[in-house]
């Protein structure tokens, strides 16, 4: 049986608190101004407090650091009927575990009392430190993971140009920082920028420099991205948004590792090791005439395919712990293991994340901050993201609604293409495109293994070897 004390001028409340806390089982004592609150704790501290913001003329706020020394670090929850920024804030600030608005819904209540007493009666053998994480750690040691991992060594050594694909949120800059980290140019600047959030009129100048008044002598070179990563590694985030221009010019900088500024006759060498990322589907855009062939073979000297998350989900629990951890170290705490309950673990288990690790990560910091320092439940979690047209909300529902609306977008253009030839055969060329994808993904996937490959496709050896050179990817 837990002791419950309670904090509020107004007999009613204070009566029907009692009653409902009573009925869950617990011992409930009321005090109506602070001084009967101070020796109800003196008497026999209490396992947990509800305190009224306004008792009268006194502030019940202002009060609470020493109703904390009375009764040691018991977990208070605020209550009251003018809620605002203010008090929000300065409950908040003064350590409260929960804030209650007046009136009340008593089953919030009697929720609220049951979980703030759960998360103080968790045993102490449980209470193990996580270890703050490492900088740029990648967390993960599923089988696609591994995979990565073993890539990221092969090549870091080397000076090839390194294209990692993958989708929105799958940790393709912390790739590429690993490479860097890893590589003989560790010591040097590692520069990254996103293509897609610079503007088209200002995209040369930024990666290639700009030469103001190269033809009057006025003013000085200003420096390029390439410039500023020399003897390190530039990373070119979202390839796939690059201007035709700037893929002109990009391409001849991978041939001749000269870089021309704009305003300027005259090139100058530049050593740096080039990384390019994307979440599009390059080789489509090369067969669509948006991206040019010959760069993307350049940029593809090492190509490193990101899994998603869905693709991962014994990583999920390691990942957790990993922002918990991080989170908590940047607010100058340790988190420990039992801040994750059993629930909230099965909750995060359970839930699609078609944001990938970023979505995952921003969850468990929302989570974090709602716990206020407590144990994580499920309730803590933010709204599942939301995905228009998808009948479902797992993984493959989502991946599903995504295919559906590009096979949409595919017909309408095909039917323009091919709609007034003697046999448009739409449906051939449509299976083929999905056929080839899904051989050469399941092919990266498993690492270049015919036989995993064949098993997880469902095809027999013989026939993908088959299908391999229909399709021209019998290399």
Not at 363 to 371: L, M
Request: with cysteine; charged share 20%.
């Amino acid at each position: 049986m837990s002791r419950i004390l309670i904090v509020d001028d107004e007999q009613a409340i204070g009566w029907s608190l009692r009653e409902l806390l009573s009925d869950d089982g617990h011992a409930v004592e009321v005090a109506a101004d602070v001084q009967s609150a101070l020796d109800a704790c003196a008497r026999l501290p209490p396992d947990a407090i509800l305190l009224d913001v306004r008792l009268g003329s006194q502030d019940g706020l202002a009060a609470l650091p020493d109703l904390r020394k009375a009764a040691g670090d018991v977990p208070v929850v605020v209550m009251t009927a003018f809620g605002d920024l203010d008090t929000a804030v300065r409950a908040v600030q003064a350590g409260a575990v929960d804030y209650l608005l007046k009136p009340f819904d008593l089953e919030k209540v009697s929720g609220v009392v049951a979980r703030i007493l759960a998360d103080r009666a968790v045993p102490a053998a449980h209470d193990e430190p996580i270890a703050p994480p490492s900088p740029g750690q990648i967390v993960g040691s599923s089988p696609p993971m591994q995979e990565v991992f073993k890539q990221i060594a092969l090549v870091a050594p080397t000076d090839l140009p390194v294209l990692i694909t993958g989708d929105t949120g799958t940790g393709k800059e912390l790739a590429a920082r690993a490479i860097h980290a890893h590589g003989p140019r560790h010591a040097g600047p590692f520069v990254a920028t996103n293509l897609a959030a610079l503007a088209p009129g200002v995209l040369e100048s930024e990666l290639f420099g700009h030469v103001r008044g190269a033809f009057t002598g006025a003013t000085a070179d200003r420096l390029g991205l390439f410039d500023m990563a020399a003897g390190g590694t530039l990373l070119l985030d979202e390839i796939g948004e690059a201007p035709a221009d700037v893929q002109a010019k990009l391409l001849r900088v991978l041939e001749t590792y000269e870089v021309t500024p704009v305003g300027s006759a005259v090139g100058h060498p530049v050593d740096v090791r080039v990384i390019a990322a994307t979440n599009r589907d390059l080789t489509a855009a090369c067969a669509a005439g948006s991206f040019r062939t010959d760069l993307y073979h350049r940029l593809r000297g090492f190509p490193i395919t990101i899994p998603a998350l869905a693709e991962r989900p014994s990583d999920l629990e390691p990942l957790t712990r990993h922002f918990l951890a991080a989170f908590v170290a940047r607010h100058g705490g340790t988190a420990r293991s039992d801040f994750l309950s059993p629930e909230f673990l099965d909750a995060v288990m359970k839930r699609p994340w078609p944001g990938n690790v970023r979505e995952l990560k921003q969850a468990i910091e929302y989570a974090a901050v709602q716990a206020r320092g407590g144990v994580l439940r499920p309730e803590h979690l933010p709204a599942p993201v939301a995905d228009a047209g998808t009948a479902g909300n797992t993984p493959i529902d989502v991946a599903a609604a995504s295919v559906s609306t590009a096979i949409k977008a595919w017909s309408a253009a095909a039917r323009l293409a091919f709609g007034d030839l003697p046999e448009p055969d739409l449906h051939r060329r449509a299976v083929d495109l999905l056929d080839t994808t899904l051989v050469r993904e399941t092919l990266a996937h498993c690492g270049g293994n015919r036989t995993a490959a064949a098993k997880l496709l469902g095809l027999d050896r013989a026939t993908l070897r088959t299908r391999l050179r229909l399709l021209g990817l019998d290399e």
